[in-house]
């Protein structure tokens, strides 16, 4: 009988302090970017013209007006958000937690078109606000953002006839060795695919091209150009004297003099 009567006090106890704080009134909001020291896509400021361009009048409202989920939801949505969480506490204030999206490749399709892909493997639409600093890809690249922005690179990858026909994935993959690997982040600053549908590489010092061929024995290829610039070009001083450095042929490193 204790038992009971106890669990029917917390219980009625947890239902007063429910319907106290569906009574609360929204008094502020609080915003969080958590990543902003790597990203600019968003400040405070414009999570508020979200909300105002919605219409989600929040401040002033009592909780139970206030659709946390639905708020989540269309945070979520944004196109610059990763993960947003929102939340609410006795104070009245309306707590939100925003985690940006961080590009990693910049790809510029053979129409001009040009968009992000992130480190979830999405494509991103770039942003008024902030241009990232990441790697380039250009060329004879296709794939417009519309028609396969609700497809991850690792969807694309996953499924043959995708695979086969679009290039992202590939360029995804060499960008994703080049981004782990200091030396060679430093070093190349743009991808190009020629009409072959060959990838060729562009350093940031030396007037040359790096013939990458297919995005295949990826490792391979880059230990051997590191090697080629550690043994080769650095002891000859030869950063200008080469027009271009292929790596398609195994165990090789073919130049080809200006």
Not at 185 to 207: K, S, T
Not at 245 to 254: E, P, R, T, W
Request: include cysteine; charge should be negative.
């Amino acid at each position: 009988m204790l038992w009971i009567t106890a669990l029917a006090g917390l219980t009625a106890s947890l239902g007063f302090v429910s319907k106290s704080e569906n009574n609360i009134i929204a008094k502020s909001l609080n915003i969080s970017i958590l990543n902003n020291d790597e990203n600019l896509f968003l400040d405070e400021n414009d999570v508020k013209q979200f909300f105002a361009e919605r219409k989600d009048n929040i401040l002033g409202k009592k909780y139970r007006n206030i659709n946390i989920t639905g708020l989540e939801q269309a945070l979520n949505s944004h196109p610059a958000i990763e993960n947003a969480e929102v939340s609410e506490n006795i104070n009245g204030e309306i707590k939100i937690d925003i985690t940006q999206r961080t590009p990693v490749l910049r790809v510029i399709n053979k129409d001009g078109e040009s968009y992000y892909i992130d480190t979830q493997t999405k494509l991103m639409p770039l942003s008024e606000n902030y241009s990232a600093r990441v790697l380039v890809a250009s060329g004879e690249i296709f794939e417009p953002y519309a028609s396969l922005y609700q497809f991850s690179v690792n969807q694309i990858k996953q499924n043959k006839t995708f695979s086969e026909a679009s290039l992202l994935d590939d360029l995804y993959d060499v960008q994703s060795y080049i981004s782990q690997d200091t030396t060679l982040a430093q070093l190349i600053h743009q991808i190009y695919v020629n009409e072959e549908r060959e990838l060729e590489l562009f350093p940031a010092i030396g007037n040359h091209k790096i013939i990458f061929g297919e995005a295949k024995h990826i490792s391979e290829k880059f230990n051997k150009l590191k090697l080629f610039y550690t043994q080769g070009l650095n002891k000859s001083d030869g950063w200008n004297k080469y027009s271009t450095i292929n790596l398609k042929y195994k165990n090789l490193v073919v130049c080809t003099k200006k």
